[in-house]
């Protein structure tokens, strides 16, 4: 089994130091075995996990959910759609976000397209920013 510094760690899976010190004092990863000199030792397991981990977070699962899929991983009582129940909630928060965001660039994009209107010299953007917005 390979043991691996922390800067070691890091540099395998593109994390910084702080973010991993700060996974362990959260327990999202296991703390590491310490050296003589009381330096941080990580295993091949420690590796995995942190690959977990950093994917998880790449497709915006929560540092919660990430907590819970770890869970699963790791217990043996549990169904087989638990992971699923909360990769499908966590797909309706992103669609939720898509349209939100769609709806926000449809806006800037009127405001945006209101500095053609007006005097040539003077942009309508912070006029029109001084209106409502359409969505609240």
């Known amino acids: 089994m390979a043991i691996y510094s922390i800067g070691q760690l890091a540099k395998k899976t593109a994390c910084k130091i702080p973010t991993i010190r700060y996974y362990e004092q959260i327990e999202i990863l ?21 690959i977990f981990v950093r994917h998880c977070r790449a497709l915006g699962f929560s540092l919660d959910e990430i907590r819970q899929l770890i869970h699963l991983q790791t217990c043996q009582h549990h169904t087989a759609d638990e992971a699923h129940v909360i990769a499908q909630k966590h797909l309706q928060e992103v669609l939720l976000k898509i349209t939100q ?9 009127e405001v945006v397209d209101c500095c053609s209107e007006g005097e040539p010299h003077q942009c309508q953007i912070l006029n029109v920013l001084n209106k409502p917005c359409a969505n609240s």
């Open 101 to 109: 965001l769609q709806l926000l660039a449809t806006e800037l994009q």
């Open 30 to 50: 296991p703390s590491a075995l310490r050296s003589e000199g009381n330096q941080r030792r990580y295993n091949d397991s420690h590796l995995q996990r942190l």
